[in-house]
């Protein structure tokens, strides 16, 4: 049997190379077949062949929602393939305490809060609370680490104020709520804060939530972010790692 | 005029959960520590009032609109006498003096003191027999538009029917009041029963209510007076094409809950999420404030025959579902005892409830069944608002979707009142238009094909579900002995739910809660008081 | 509120040209970082913007699921769709047997079978039997038709030999397997087959089945073709009304 | 050797179906009548073998591979004989016969006759004691080597372990082995306990089976000895590696049923569809050709430990749900009538089972589980196939994924005995690699989350779901009593199961059907026979 070609990767349904792939959207046009006719080119416009309608649900007030099938001739070349990932190694508990105890005298001191409107504190506490996420201890259980935890709905002034007073070395922020990518406005408009008061420099800014990745945030001006399923230690090991760097 | 009140839907016949050997005397006497528990709280906070009840008591004299930097007319004229120290007596005094004096209607006198050509301050007093009779007049006014949107719940309900319990309930969550109400339409044409205008974010914090019809909110859209009509014509409308009343629900809850309630009642909504302890743990908003205006609200919220929904559906959000089901169990009972204690009848009991259990836990289902089936036997009768496991929503929308129609299965199986459906995409945004449609379809699935299921079936005596659900009721019991002992607002800063402490001076809006004065007079309150007692509702 | 642009329709989530769509397909790729890399590019490639990877699961032996949220921009000018539909007006059986006996001295002969190795009978059971289908009659159930149904697994050549001998007016072909399009193959092989045999002209050539429609039929051969959930009566519609406009 | 039959999975302690009130003296009377119809067949074709059959014995005797035109040496050899009319008397005496003279070993000698340098028509009369000698030990080789495999599965069931009921049954269908073997194996990873390897649609009419590797099937890959054992060695590999015993199956079903039987046999696969009644009715295959078949074919099952499954899964894809529940029910009964009568234990009895009912109707669920625990009280210790409501899939894949759920529920909450789990894609193509992963998921959300339930729950004495089971078993009885009187094939002319009718001399193979003479020697089924006895299998 052909052996798959990493420089020429296609979906797979049932056979190499078949190109199979699912779509489901809706369009606002009245259902019937010209609903799937327009669903069909919208396909082609992606480039895809031979869509298949499989499902066409009349959702009234002029809408219909579709599921389709079709092939997709493009191909990926995978050797070819870069991904922005965090570079510091991941520690354990005990190997960071070890490394802080090394290269610092004094705790580092970490302020994290869900800023905005935002009210999910449930993701910022699993990485800062003792009890911390699935059975990895949060960074209040780290000796090296001072921790303050400010909660919910936290202005950035305030973030910035608490930050100067708690003389954190470390911000960490979490944005949950994404809708009309209010996170990225948000924590863009918390950088320029920290720029315009002058703190950008001293401080390690951190940011994280399930729409947030590494490479986001580098985009938006911070330092780190972590996404969906974040460790604590994978936190603490980033921040003891790169302030000993520092 | 019993049986008017929220007009819920009848079960029918032959659908019901499994029957569960409780234990009576632990039922009866945390029901009895509940019943305590509230009275405690609402001896506590008889003397005060808050700027929001104030408010309220000008919205329903017929007070709207805002000022042209979009300060609503009832803050402003109450911030002011707030702001003066001269608020002690209530605003109906002032306000009713000067339009005694001035002549104006309410709505033009409210203008004028906007417009600095009215100084209220200066009403400010003992208040004359004209003014208490323009008071009462206006109190009644405002009693009676509430009590007609009611009666014209009663007649669309009885003209149209309405659906099947569980009651299908979706959200809808655009921030643009125009794409929700396509979505709303949509929606109720895919079989939802319920449309819940999700809140922006931002909006529990206000200390204001926005005027006018919004399209810009985050996770949410605006509560406003011209939202809630815009949605309650546009499914009137649908609803009549469809031969089934679509009820209306939003929140009347965060800083605003009486005047959300008034208004709520005013644009005949059907349901509201109201609920204190909600905004306390999750909001931190101070428990006096919000307890004080949550009474008003639940008043206004039981003249108008509107369900509220509590919200204890989010506590195993933060906390463990098993270790802390009791939790929920025990709020449930306050919060009963609270809402009754308001004048709010059994069928406008829309509890909330969720257990939030990881599905992929062994034995997942039957925890989650002993759960429902307990919940549902302590309150017979109340249209019980069941809530799917959120928190264990992922981005793998297949096995979501999945964990949803078991979520379904539950509530057809242990009769729950109304179903707040699952999305599958419920850990990426809000519904996008099909999303609902795919839930109410997989709902619909599941509730035809099980409807009489519960009634067909019997738990094991003695077995692991009936053991599981006696030992959640047992749980709550001792947590309710011990709030009952050290006091509701005592126990919440102990972090009892939810796994959240606050404090009674702690959180947002304790500077608008204000002793009353000997003085103090609220006319709207007497007239409300007066219609409940006429329903039947009091006594 | 901005209306629905109908020359410039995109896809809808919940605000108007949102453009949101969803898509899941497997790669050939190992679980990680880069099978999601290379899922967007593949989004990408499609001209989908901000692709997100929602759920992204180790199939094992080098293969990785995903599932993606993006913006199409794409639009289609719903003005100029141009479906092919069956130009018959649907009739009733009354009318279709009143049609029939006005325009008929005889009755019209319909041979039916499922071709090939396809045993699935249900599809032209449905269509041929009394009993027909969601409360509509059968063929079998027309007083102006007189059928014969081959059943399953019967070969294109034994199909025209029966044609023959029935002395059939209209074939009715059945193809519900359609694994590596091998529908079409057989389908296309009938008509072939009964051109060869010069008997393509003397005869309606009929298909039928889930993955079929009158579009696809055309493209094939055939006259008229039929897919998922077709009445009977749809059928002996189009039969009646094209014989008699012959 | 009793219990190391099928090895299957054993059942977990507090996991079973709800018990069900059934009417014992009916239970019994129906079986009764099932045997007396069973045996009834089996006297009627005593006297008869088939050209399969035939075959059957040379591959048994060690006889493989194919001319170079692709006709199998079993075939080119039978057929020859057939064509003389000098099979009545079996291909053992003429092949032994041949084997005494040439000295050559089986294989070299079937290659000698279909390259034309034996002529095996030369060797046709009576045997020899010579003959009968090397016949004899062929044969006891043919089932030492079956034993060995049987023997091979125990070992590796005993060190690996397997799957919890209901096992995980999945299909692979790409028509290209390769392609196969890739998805199986991804398949194991995501939870499969059974890998059912389809087959393409027009095998079931040939009347040879396939040599070699095949990559071109259309609805599913060739059942060839080749492709069985290159998925044998892939399931083994990804098995150990996950410590889980993987099963393989197949089908020993259509034209060449005991000839697959056999090639599974010695592959060591695991389970087999296994069912003439399916070939009758939906394969238009003779009855006498595909009951003598069976018979041959379920002998070969029994000794090899292998777990046949039947084909009633299918009856109510043309029939109606309801109104033709009893008739899988009475096959059931004659299937495991028939099974028991060839040596297959209780634990080899994967009888199938699919009730079919349209999701939507009301009360789905409730019927679906009636019928479920019918079949399940019916068989206990069997480990029954349970088939999901197929024809009601749709290309809604949204709906159809919540569909396949309810029904896994049903699976597990009833104790079934492997679950053939449904995909969502149903209506579109044999399953996509991650349809597979997709519904093993959500079957293992669904059983994880409901395993114990069945133990929890009781069904309501006199209600519906008891009175719905009733029923179907009455209405059962009624059929088994009018097919007892007028013997299987007179009924299965009569159109009674899957509403088709098929007559006893109609349909494909007939040909191959013969009466055998009085000097009749098949020394496999004599090797067969005593080693079945020796392990309690047969008495
Ligand atoms: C629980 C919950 C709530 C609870 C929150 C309780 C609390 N105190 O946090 C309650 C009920 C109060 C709530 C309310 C609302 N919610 Co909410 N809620 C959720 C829910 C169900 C789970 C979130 C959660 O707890 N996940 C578990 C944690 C552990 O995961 P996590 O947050 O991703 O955190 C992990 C990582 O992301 C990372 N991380 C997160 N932050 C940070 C920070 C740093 C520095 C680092 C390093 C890492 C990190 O590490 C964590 C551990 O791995 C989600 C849906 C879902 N299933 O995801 C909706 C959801 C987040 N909510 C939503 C909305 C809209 C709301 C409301 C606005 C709705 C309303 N009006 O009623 C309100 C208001 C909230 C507000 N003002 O912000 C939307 C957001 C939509 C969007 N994408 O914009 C969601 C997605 C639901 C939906 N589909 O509509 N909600
Ligand atoms: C029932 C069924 C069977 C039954 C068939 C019984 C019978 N006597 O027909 C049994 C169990 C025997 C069977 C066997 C197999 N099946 Co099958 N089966 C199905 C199933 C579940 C339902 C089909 C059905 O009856 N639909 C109901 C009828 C009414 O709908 P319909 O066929 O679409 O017909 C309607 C229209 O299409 C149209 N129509 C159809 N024909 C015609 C003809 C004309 C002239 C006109 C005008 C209209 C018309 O009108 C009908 C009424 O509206 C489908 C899955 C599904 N849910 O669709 C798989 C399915 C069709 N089977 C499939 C396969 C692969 C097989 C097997 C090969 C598998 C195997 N090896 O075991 C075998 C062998 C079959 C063979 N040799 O062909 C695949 C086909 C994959 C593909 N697209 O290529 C499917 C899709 C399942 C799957 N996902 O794998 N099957
Ligand atoms: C009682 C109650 N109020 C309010 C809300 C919503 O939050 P917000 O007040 O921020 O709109 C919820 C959410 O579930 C709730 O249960
Ligand atoms: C007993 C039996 N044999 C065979 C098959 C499959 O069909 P075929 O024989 O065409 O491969 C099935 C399908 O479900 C079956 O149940």
């Not at chain 1, 869509?51 to 092939?71: M, S």
């Not at chain 1, 001191?109 to 009890?131: E, F, Q, S, Y």
């Not at chain 2, 003066?84 to 104006?104: E, K, M, N, R, W």
């Not at chain 2, 003014?131 to 206006?138: E, I």
Request: hydrophobic share 45%; aromatic share 6%; net charge negative.
């Amino acid at each position: 049997m052909r052996a798959v070609d990493p420089k020429h990767v296609r979906a797979y349904g049932d056979t190499l190379d078949d190109g199979q792939i699912m779509l489901s959207f809706s369009l606002p046009v009245p259902f019937g077949e010209e609903a799937k006719e327009a669903a069909r080119q919208l396909c082609r416009q992606m480039g895809l062949e031979a869509p298949q309608v499989y499902h066409a649900h009349d959702l009234g007030e002029g809408f219909t929602f579709l599921t389709v099938y079709a092939r997709s001739p493009h191909t990926v070349d995978t050797t070819q393939l870069r991904v922005t990932k965090m570079d510091t190694p991941h520690l354990g508990k005990d190997a960071i305490e070890a490394l802080a105890s090394e290269k610092f005298t004094r705790k580092i001191r970490v302020l994290g809060a869900c800023t905005g409107d935002d009210a999910h504190t449930v993701g910022i506490d699993a990485i800062l609370n003792v009890k911390g996420y699935h059975g990895d201890k949060g960074l209040e259980a780290y000796h090296c680490l001072a921790v303050r935890n400010l909660g919910a709905q936290v202005s950035n002034e305030r973030l910035l104020d608490e930050a100067r007073a708690f003389e954190a070395d470390v911000v960490l922020v979490s944005q949950i709520v994404t809708q009309k990518d209010c996170h990225r406005s948000n924590l863009a408009a918390l950088i320029d804060l920290a720029e315009a008061d002058g703190v950008r420099r001293d401080l390690l800014f951190v940011c994280g939530g399930p729409r947030l990745s590494h490479q986001v945030a580098l985009e938006l001006g911070f330092d780190a972010g972590f996404g969906a399923g974040t460790l604590p230690s994978q936190v603490a090991g980033f921040l003891v790692q790169r302030l000993a760097a520092r | 005029m019993a049986g008017l009140v929220a007009t819920f839907a009848p079960t029918p016949p032959g659908f019901g959960c499994p029957p569960l050997d409780l234990d009576a005397p632990t039922v009866a006497r945390a029901r009895q520590l509940a019943q305590h528990i509230a009275a405690d709280v609402q001896a506590r906070l008889a003397d005060q009032s808050t700027v929001a009840i104030e408010r309220t008591v000008l919205r329903l004299f017929g007070v709207t609109g805002a000022t042209a930097d979009g300060e609503p007319l009832a803050n402003r004229l109450v911030a002011q006498l707030h702001a003066a120290d001269l608020l002690a007596g209530g605003v109906a005094q002032p306000f009713c003096q000067a339009l005694v004096h001035t002549g104006l209607t309410a709505q033009a006198l409210a203008q004028a003191v906007a417009d600095g050509r009215v100084d209220l301050r200066t009403h400010a007093g003992a208040r004359t027999g004209q003014a208490q009779a323009v008071g009462a007049q206006l109190a009644q006014a405002g009693v009676a538009r509430i009590t007609a949107r009611r009666q014209e719940r009663q007649a669309l309900i009885g003209r149209l029917g309405q659906g099947v319990q569980p009651l299908k309930y979706v959200i809808v969550a655009s921030g643009n009041i125009h794409e929700d109400v396509i979505q709303a339409r949509v929606a109720a044409r895919q079989g939802a029963d319920v449309i819940a205008v999700i809140r922006s974010t931002g909006q529990s914090l206000l200390d204001y209510v926005p005027e006018g019809e919004t399209t810009e909110g985050f996770g949410g859209t605006f509560a406003t007076q011209a939202n809630f009509a815009l949605m309650r014509r546009a499914l009137d409308d649908v609803g009549a094409e469809l031969g089934r009343y679509i009820r209306l629900c939003n929140y009347a809850s965060g800083l605003c809950m009486p005047e959300i309630a008034a208004m709520g009642a005013l644009e005949r909504l059907d349901m509201m999420l109201n609920d204190a302890l909600y905004g306390i743990l999750f909001r931190d908003i101070n428990m006096q404030r919000t307890l004080c205006d949550q009474r008003v609200s639940r008043r206004i919220s039981a003249l108008a025959g509107l369900i509220i929904n509590t919200g204890e559906d989010n506590y195993l959000t933060t906390a463990d579902a098993v270790d802390a089901a009791h939790t929920v169990v025990a709020s449930t009972l306050i919060n009963e005892a609270l809402a009754r204690q308001a004048g709010l009848q059994t069928d406008q009991l829309g509890l909330g409830h969720a257990m939030e259990i990881d599905p992929l836990r062994p034995d997942a289902l039957l925890l989650e069944i002993a759960h429902a089936a307990l919940i549902r036997h302590l309150f017979p009768g109340a249209p019980l608002k069941y809530m799917p496991p959120t928190k264990h929503m992922t981005g793998n929308i297949w096995r979501g979707h999945v964990q949803d129609a078991l979520f379904n299965f539950v509530g057809v199986l242990t009769g729950q009142g109304i179903q707040l459906l699952g999305m599958m995409t419920e850990a990426m945004h809000t519904p996008h238009i099909h999303d609902r449609y795919l839930a109410l379809e997989s709902a619909q699935l599941v509730f035809t094909g099980a409807m009489g299921l519960g009634s067909e079936l019997r738990v094991e005596p003695g077995g692991k579900l009936e053991a599981r659900a006696r030992q959640v009721l047992d749980e709550a019991l001792v947590l309710l002995d011990e709030i009952a002992r050290e006091g509701l607002m005592t126990s919440l800063s102990r972090g009892h739910f939810a796994e959240i402490a606050r404090s009674p001076t702690g959180g947002r809006g304790l500077d608008g809660v204000f002793a009353k004065a000997a003085s103090y007079w609220d006319p709207t309150a007497d007239a409300i008081t007066q219609a409940l007692i006429a329903h039947g509702q009091l006594s």
